[in-house]
């Protein structure tokens, strides 16, 4: 069997269709977002905060905050559930009860709370989608702030 790579434009072609036709298949369902209230700040070094988003796999969630200006780190692990350093099969086999989770630790100066949490709703996750985003489904892959 030959296995022949795709042309690098026809996948730039797909990807692009396919962000359209999702962009599209959302025109009639956007709303504003209310304004979010910040948390206790949960890092006491002078200009960063944290936050953790859980919401489908953590490389897609982590890869989005890594470009936003203002975001230092993007670290993918686990939140939630019962067992200690759980590996990746076990929280994907459902039995430990985490949710796959990225910490985000940005300068509130350059980037706020309440854009990381619009940035999350619009672009990264579906909230609507329980216990799954786009293929990935299982528990594992729920939302969480």
Same mark, same amino acid.
């Given at each position: 069997m030959t296995i022949r790579p795709i042309p690098a434009a026809l996948t730039a072609l797909a990807l692009l269709a396919g962000g359209l036709a999702l962009r599209s298949a959302g025109a009639d369902t956007a709303r504003t977002l209310p304004e979010a209230t910040d948390p206790t700040p949960l890092s006491a070094v002078a200009g960063r905060d944290s936050v953790i988003f859980a919401g489908g796999c953590f490389w897609g969630v982590e890869a989005v905050f890594e470009r936003v200006k203002g975001v230092l780190e993007a670290?993918?692990?686990?939140?939630?559930?019962?067992?200690?350093?759980?590996?990746?099969?076990? %929280?994907? /086999?459902?039995?430990?009860?985490?949710?796959?989770?990225?910490? =985000? @630790?940005? $300068? !509130?100066? %350059?980037? /706020?709370?309440?854009?990381?949490?619009?940035?999350?709703?619009s =672009? @990264?996750? $579906? !909230?609507?989608?329980?216990?799954?985003?786009?293929?990935?489904?299982?528990?594992?892959?729920?939302?969480?702030?």
């Open positions: 670290t993918s692990g686990y939140a939630g559930g019962h067992t200690a350093n759980p590996t990746y099969y076990e %929280v994907g /086999s459902g039995a430990t009860g985490h949710a796959e989770a990225v910490k =985000v @630790v940005y $300068d !509130p100066s %350059v980037v /706020s709370y309440d854009q990381l949490l619009r940035i999350f709703f =672009v @990264v996750h $579906d !909230p609507t989608q329980r216990n799954r985003q786009g293929p990935d489904v299982g528990t594992e892959y729920r939302s969480a702030v």
